[in-house]
């Protein structure tokens, strides 16, 4: 049964600090998608690629968070420096596209806390 | 602008009574729409998809292009249903969801 997974699965770092979150989709995926998910907010795209190409990241704030996809099998969440307000769950997603079934695939996220 | 709207953050019933989480949908093209779960601490899943007109653990959806709504219902709920449920319009050309702000059910017994 293939499963997206994601790890680190909890962080807690201090304001400033590096977060690096990573993926690894379902493979023969060709879409990724990072999303964050707060209380406040609900569910937000933050980034998404096809074919490792990034296609949409106008929800990531530019100064801070990066999103890669360094190869097929794994893509990469990055804040640099961190702050409290990013405080949230992280999650990737894969899918196949084109498809008339067209579903997304959740990885189980990353909880991060930022003191 | 292509939007999902779910009015309610969280709906608030007892254990065998009729559920109904409310979608409404902006989208000028024809609509593909899917309802997703959360249950505690888990990952989101897919539950049903608009065109497979399915019924999956007892909820149903019926698409509703005259008031642009995608509306989930189960006649009885049950304790087990209580989750965070999220709307979700499919955009071609990328595969992107357009995801509402989710509805947390919470059935009491």
């Known amino acids: 049964d293939a499963r997206v997974t994601q790890t680190p699965r909890h962080k807690v770092t201090e304001m400033g600090q590096e977060v690096t979150m990573r993926c690894q989709p379902i493979?023969?995926?060709?879409?990724v998608f990072w999303y964050r998910q707060t209380m406040m907010q609900g569910l937000e795209l933050l980034a998404y690629?096809?074919?490792?190409?990034?296609?949409?990241d106008s929800g990531m704030p530019k100064d801070r968070f990066s999103a890669e996809m360094p190869d097929a099998t794994l893509a990469t969440l990055k804040i640099q420096p961190s702050e409290p307000r990013d405080s949230a769950v992280y999650f990737c997603?894969?899918?196949?596209?084109?498809?008339?079934?067209?579903?997304?695939?959740f990885g189980p996220g990353t909880r991060l806390t930022v003191t | 602008a292509q939007r999902v709207t779910q009015p309610e953050k969280l709906l608030s019933v007892f254990k065998g009574a009729p559920v109904e989480l409310k979608c409404n949908y902006s989208?000028?093209?024809?609509?593909?729409l899917f309802w997703y779960v959360q249950y505690s601490r888990q990952r989101l899943q897919l539950l049903l998809r608009?065109?497979s007109r399915e019924s999956i653990k007892g909820f149903t959806a019926d698409l509703n292009k005259g008031e642009t709504s995608f509306h989930l219902k189960k006649p009885f709920a049950q304790e087990e249903d209580s989750a965070m449920y999220y709307c979700?319009?499919?955009?071609?050309?990328?595969?992107?969801?357009?995801f509402g702000q989710g509805t947390e059910l919470s059935v009491k017994p």
């Open positions: 997603a894969s899918g196949l596209d084109p498809n008339p079934d067209y579903e997304q695939y």
């Open positions: 493979l023969g995926h060709n879409t």
């Open positions: 690629f096809r074919n490792r190409a990034p296609l949409d």
């Open positions: 989208y000028s093209g024809s609509p593909e």
């Open positions: 608009h065109i």
């Open positions: 979700a319009l499919y955009r071609p050309f990328g595969g992107k969801l357009i």
